[in-house]
């Protein structure tokens, strides 16, 4: 109890600390809430309790999401890497340095990676890359007890961010799993989902031109099943949660997570599904030194994930500098896994941000 009440209080004493100021959750959040579409809160999702009773706890609501029927995306993929491996393990080859990206639950890792990685003739090390501490160790732990003779080594960082020595690495394998290449900021720019292909191309760049990718996301086009997942109500308290993060974490006066409600809408022009927090009331609050008002009724788009048909991944993945090997769906075609290999070509079209 002691120690519960001491975290809480370094928590909220911002009056000498300003290092929040360079916090990127903190300049996400202000950027929201100061009207802007370009952000997005997902990576912020998968938060753990610091203390007894906290109800900031992202991390454990998303691995109840996972294992829940209507929530297909694990269950399809799951599928894809249960059928598939055998041919995928193929094309990879031997000696591979895997690297994954968002490893997610430990169940994650089970049902997709260590299904692909039982196949595989030989492993020389796994990496993984995710913001939670908490997945990270589940994923080691996890490889562990099956691949005890493989080196694995954890990064707790964005994995658009960190530098990746593919050259140190003898057949580097990036493994990316669980349409989170999709959960990015509003992505409509023309006729081009331009963050994805950035994204895409940020991950092309930082890998250089050897080993492969396997990337899976959701191709689902079919409305029902999508809104059966994502309108569950425990997706509804995962999402929320979000903003129990920005009171806990941020010097905020007034804040009030209670005071938002959910709200998920189909754009089907750009496959996106996206996910708004609704003031319940006329309120006012701050975030920092920045005072917020908004009035009853107004949205705040906070998170969105597309839902691209596999061509069009294909198409993105070739314009982003990878050649596309093969695609696997799962039966109901809402799940696609992609295996990409960096092509050699340097006539990339130019992509400034990238
Ligand atoms: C949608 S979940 C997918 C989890 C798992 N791969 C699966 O397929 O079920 C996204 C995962 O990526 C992590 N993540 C999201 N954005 C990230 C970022 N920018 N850098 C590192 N990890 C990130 C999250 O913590 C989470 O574990």
């Known amino acids: 109890m002691k120690n519960t009440m001491a975290k809480t209080a370094l928590r909220y004493d911002y009056t000498l600390d300003t290092s929040y100021l360079s ?13 802007s579409d370009s952000v997005d809160l997902a990576p912020y999702f998968y938060s753990s309790p610091l203390f007894e009773n906290d109800v900031v706890r992202g991390a454990e609501l998303a ?7 209507t929530y297909y995306l694990r269950n399809a993929e799951a599928e894809i890497l249960e059928q598939n491996s055998d041919q995928i393990a193929q094309l990879i080859g031997n000696d591979a340095d895997i690297i994954e990206f968002g490893p997610g639950p430990s169940e994650s890792v089970r049902l997709k990676t260590m299904a692909l990685m039982r196949k595989m003739a030989s492993i020389r090390s796994y990496t993984a890359l995710d913001l939670s501490r908490g997945y990270l160790n589940d994923a080691k732990r996890m490889i562990k007890a099956d691949f005890p003779h493989i080196p694995v080594k954890l990064h707790q960082s964005d994995f658009y961010e960190f530098k990746i020595r593919t050259q140190s690495l003898h057949n580097p394998l990036l493994v990316f799993f669980g349409n989170t290449i999709a959960n990015i900021p509003e992505d409509a720019d023309g ?14 760049n930082n890998f250089g ?21 994502y309108g569950q109500k425990d ?27 959910s709200k998920i809408e189909w ?26 008002t908004l009035s009853k009724g107004q949205k705040i788009r906070f998170c969105n994930t597309y839902k691209y048909p596999a061509e069009l991944m294909a198409d993105l993945a070739g314009l982003a500098g990878f050649e596309h090997l093969q695609v696997f769906t799962d039966s109901k075609k809402q799940m ?9 070509s340097n006539n990339l079209l130019p992509l400034s941000a990238a």
């Open 23 to 35: 916090d990127p959750f903190y300049k996400d959040t202000i950027k929201l809430f100061s009207g």
């Open 63 to 69: 691995s109840k999401i996972w294992d829940s029927k």
């Open 191 to 204: 006729a081009l989902p331009y963050n994805t292909l950035k994204a895409l191309r940020k991950i092309r």
């Open 209 to 229: 031109e050897s080993g492969l990718m396997v990337i899976g996301h959701d191709a689902n086009q079919n409305i029902d099943s999508i809104f059966s997942a």
């Open 235 to 261: 997706y509804t308290n995962y999402a929320m949660n979000v903003f129990h993060r920005i009171k806990r974490d941020l010097p905020t006066q007034r804040f009030d997570p209670e005071g938002f409600e």
């Open 267 to 292: 754009i089907q022009s750009y496959y996106c599904l996206t996910r708004y927090a609704v003031s319940k009331r006329d309120q006012s609050f701050m975030i920092g030194d920045r005072n917020f």
């Open 336 to 344: 696609a896994v992609h295996i990409l290999k960096p092509s050699k």
